[in-house]
């Protein structure tokens, strides 16, 4: 199988063991990544809040160059870079005024040929649970994960048009099928602030205060999460959460796709499951 790709800025910078991980357990299952010829940042927060045209074009001339290359799908591991996309995809197929005027502003023919998945859907409804369970080397038995989608995988349900809104189930079953235990938390799908860290550092760490503090008491070992923001969030932030709020925290957070290639028996060092700010020995030696 093969599939266009769009890494975004966070996987090549603070989020390099996202796309060491993506790599090495998407090369495991046969899939071979085209990283899009030339691409540019698909505008995240700051476009999206200043100039709506500007946002979709941004995302948009991604998706052109994608259909110049011949690719008829483009996996965006990034929860923002994902809605963002899509969001191009779909109010340029809806509105023939704003395909037009994307069209002008990014100087390139667009025809909106190339479909936008993200590394869940990937994963679920492309390769499939049953395929991704055959390559299981080492199961997760024992380890209790908290999935967490975040609030840009699902929602809005008519630009994500991918799982359930509210209460998504692709990564529970993923993570099942790696033989982990999946809690039950109601903080799934919540904000953790995005990227107000940048201006309102407090929402973020009241925010993540809860999302983590949901997972503790669900007594699981281990977040997952497939967004560059959430994790930065959920694990930066923990020892302010502490200062915050006075209770303890130190839950660890993770890639999915760290998660898959442990079970895979794919070595930590190539999936950088140590470059994390909260420790995830205490994961690594449940699963050994």
Same mark, same amino acid.
């Given at each position: 199988?093969?599939?266009?790709?769009?890494?975004?800025?966070?996987?090549? !910078?603070?989020?390099?063991?996202?796309? *060491?991980?993506?790599?090495?357990?998407?090369?495991?299952?046969?899939?071979?990544? +085209?990283?899009?010829?030339?691409?540019?940042?698909?505008? *995240?927060?700051?476009?999206?809040?200043?100039?709506?045209?500007? $946002?979709? !074009?941004? !995302?948009?001339?991604?998706?052109?160059?994608? +259909?110049?290359?011949?690719?008829?799908?483009?996996?965006?591991?990034?929860?923002?870079?994902?809605?963002?996309?899509?969001?191009?995809?779909?109010?340029?197929?809806?509105?023939?005024?704003?395909?037009? +005027?994307?069209?002008?502003?990014?100087?390139?023919?667009?025809?909106?040929?190339?479909?936008?998945?993200?590394?869940?859907?990937?994963?679920?409804?492309?390769?499939? /649970?049953?395929?991704?369970?055959?390559? @299981?080397?080492?199961?997760? *038995?024992?380890?209790?994960?908290?999935?967490?989608?975040?609030?840009?995988?699902?929602?809005?349900?008519?630009?994500?048009?991918?799982?359930?809104?509210?209460?998504?189930? !692709?990564?529970?079953? %993923?993570?099942?099928?790696? #033989?982990? +235990?999946?809690?039950?938390? #109601? $903080?799934?799908?919540?904000?953790?602030?995005?990227?107000?860290?940048?201006?309102?550092?407090?929402?973020?760490?009241?925010?993540?205060?809860?999302?983590?503090?949901?997972?503790?008491?669900?007594?699981?070992?281990? /977040?997952?999460?497939?967004?560059?923001?959430?994790?930065?969030? %959920?694990?930066?932030?923990?020892?302010?959460?502490?200062?915050?709020? #006075?209770?303890?925290?130190?839950?660890?957070?993770?890639?999915?796709?760290?998660?898959?290639?442990?079970?895979?028996?794919?070595?930590?060092?190539?999936?950088?499951?140590?470059?994390? @700010?909260? *420790?995830?020995?205490?994961?690594?030696?449940?699963?050994?």
């Amino acid at each position: 199988m093969k599939t266009g790709y769009f890494p975004g800025c966070s996987l090549h !910078s603070t989020a390099k063991n996202y796309e *060491s991980s993506t790599q090495a357990v998407l090369k495991t299952l046969g899939v071979q990544l +085209e990283e899009i010829p030339d691409w540019n940042c698909c505008g *995240s927060t700051p476009a999206h809040q200043t100039d709506h045209l500007l $946002a979709l !074009s941004l !995302s948009a001339r991604n998706l052109a160059l994608a +259909e110049k290359a011949g690719m008829k799908d483009v996996m965006a591991p990034c929860a923002a870079c994902f809605n963002h996309l899509r969001t191009a995809e779909v109010e340029c197929a809806k509105d023939k005024k704003i395909h037009q +005027e994307v069209q002008k502003a990014i100087e390139m023919k667009y025809n909106n040929q190339v479909h936008v998945v993200n590394i869940l859907e990937l994963l679920v409804d492309r390769i499939g /649970i049953q395929n991704i369970g055959k390559k @299981v080397k080492k199961p997760l *038995s024992g380890l209790k994960v908290a999935p967490y989608y975040g609030c840009m995988l699902t929602r809005p349900a008519k630009i994500a048009q991918f799982d359930d809104p509210i209460n998504p189930q !692709s990564m529970d079953r %993923l993570l099942e099928t790696l #033989g982990a +235990e999946v809690v039950t938390w #109601g $903080a799934k799908t919540d904000c953790c602030g995005a990227a107000h860290v940048l201006t309102r550092q407090e929402v973020v760490i009241e925010l993540t205060g809860r999302i983590v503090h949901q997972a503790k008491e669900a007594q699981a070992d281990v /977040i997952a999460t497939a967004c560059p923001m959430c994790m930065s969030n %959920l694990d930066l932030r923990q020892t302010a959460v502490e200062k915050s709020t #006075g209770k303890e925290t130190k839950v660890p957070v993770m890639y999915i796709t760290e998660l898959l290639g442990m079970a895979f028996g794919i070595p930590n060092s190539e999936l950088g499951t140590r470059k994390h @700010v909260v *420790s995830t020995a205490a994961v690594t030696a449940k699963i050994s």
